[in-house]
């Protein structure tokens, strides 16, 4: 029976009725995050300019499970709960004795694992009486998420594109628009931000943020929203863990091994924190790998400090593996894992040597991004390629060991709109873009004077 099932899909019934808060379960009490104007603990009151007190709240809670709320659930069920897969053909290729499972987020409307945070964030949005919510967005996921999701619950969606993205990825941006949002090239001259950048006519995710954060922070009826990183985003992606720890056990197994891929944390930390819970609740022993591109190697070459969330330093200072934040990534095409820090709450773990780390060249990934789909038929996005490679390096160590290991990759998202770099991938055009000791450094040592962290 089992033996010759391959995909593990839950009923809509079992979409989680709430999220895991991991905070209360974090090795020592959280770290609080730094106002950039007096270094003191930031406050509700510091947030309250661009966020909903509803999410204000989530990012601090104490509450061990935070429950969904019966709309967001009901948008949900539009492709929640996505698949689990066991990678038979992928075994086979491989000749390993490992079992291979997969989670795969790329199922939503969007592509990718977002809409999970961006349907509560633009729900709670609306219910605090926002009715605009603003943002950045590099390749564009992040800002599909979210203009799908303000449709959605009837608010309108205002998107700072970085500019070298505005032009090369257009698709994105017909997707932005598709679902009713409105995209601006970044810089723009909408905002002093932008004006003030009219040199750098590329633009970066920094600019696009401070653009987003200035015209949410000077609007009353409109916010901001953020796709990664912060606590409230890792919080609603634990829907991913959720369901496959449930339809792990339908498959009457439990993983030893949970492997993701890392850019601002929220996609690894929604798979492995219910994980977690299980580990310190029920002492399971499974270990958990997050996956970095090596041309930002955040967790496994940053220092762990206090640094900005943006490349201007108009956020609060957060605790966190960093590698300095006006460090500039070289232009890989994993967009979506060139980010100078990690979740708080992810790098915690990582601190206390819960959560291993691996980095991963671009070359690597997209090998093996190319067997998975040679095998699984899946083209992955350049991102949870990174995971693929690394869960890849498992099952041929496990095959070594001569060992059954359980391993669960978490495939965040497709490739559709990247083959352009699929293409140059088997056109022999991409590169390891590798970083010098000389270029880490002199980033850290531009990070702000903050308290050090122990
Ligand atoms: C945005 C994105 C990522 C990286 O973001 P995380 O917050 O680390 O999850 C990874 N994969 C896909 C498909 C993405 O769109």
Known sequence: MSEQQTKFILPESEIPTSWVNILPDLPGPPLPPLSPATGQPAGPDDLSAIFPMELIGQEM?????????EEVREAYKLWRPTPLIRARRLEKALDTPAHIYFKYEGTSPAGSHKPNSAVPQAYYNREAGIGKLITE?????????????????????????????????????????????????????LTEAGRSQAEHPSGSLGIAISEAVEVAASSENANYALGSVLNHVCLH??????????????????????????GGGSNFAGLIYPFI?????NGRQTRFLGAEPTACPTLTKG???????????????????????????PPVHSGGLRYHGDAPSLCAFVKAGMVEATAIPQTAAFNAAIQFARAEGIIPGPEPAHAIRAGIEEALDAKQAGEERVILIGV???????????????????????????????????????????
């Open 61 to 69: 809670s104490g509450d061990r499970d935070i429950e969904i709320p």
């Open 277 to 281: 819970r299980e580990n310190l609740e």
């Open 237 to 262: 992606q634990t829907v991913i863990g959720q369901e496959a720890i449930a339809a792990m056990d339908m498959a009457g197994e439990y993983p030893d091994v949970v492997v993701g891929c890392v």
């Open 412 to 454: 965040s998202g497709h490739g559709h709109l990247d083959l352009a770099a699929y293409g140059a991938f088997l056109a022999g055009e991409l590169d390891d873009l590798e970083l010098s000791q000389d270029e880490l450094d002199a980033a850290i040592e531009r990070l702000p004077e903050a308290p050090a962290i122990a």
């Open 137 to 189: 967005t590099g390749a564009g996921q992040w800002g599909s998420a979210l203009s799908m999701a303000c449709q959605m619950f009837g608010i309108e969606c205002e998107v700072f594109m970085v500019g070298i993205s505005y032009d090369q990825k257009p698709y994105r941006r017909a997707m932005i628009e598709t679902w009713g949002g409105t995209v601006h090239r970044s810089p723009s001259d």
């Open 303 to 329: 220092v762990y400090a206090y640094d900005f969330g943006d490349t201007v330093g108009m956020t609060p200072l957060m605790p966190m593996y960093t590698l300095g934040h006006d460090f500039v990534p």
